[in-house]
């Protein structure tokens, strides 16, 4: 049985030029931690190392979690811009829509 979570962290992974040492530095884990999702059968996560290793990678929880790939990796990457940008300050939100205002004037 293939083993889609760690398939998706180790691609991700490799994609941002993360070793597994910096990977798990980067999400407070350590090195076995990281090898073993990418390696076990079936990897057992926890849902807060999960959630950091997500957003290191730039995705979300569910995308990493979808067994059938239903999840595009694009969406996952919008939907944890989307988070991010959630959470920033009202006026650098306001920046970024500007921004964004901008390259529709210009099409």
Partial sequence: MANVLGDKIRDLRKEKK???DKLAEL??????????L???????PSAEK?????EQLGVTIEYLM????????????DAQFYRKYRNLPDE????IRKITDMWDDEE
């Fill in 66 to 77: 979808d067994e059938k790939n239903e999840l595009k990796a694009e969406d996952a990457v």
């Fill in 50 to 54: 999960l959630s950091r290793i997500a």
């Fill in 92 to 95: 650098t939100r306001h920046k």
């Fill in 38 to 44: 990418e390696n076990k059968n079936p990897p057992r």
């Fill in 18 to 20: 993360l070793t597994l």
């Fill in 27 to 36: 999400t407070s884990s350590s090195k076995s931690y990281i090898w073993e």
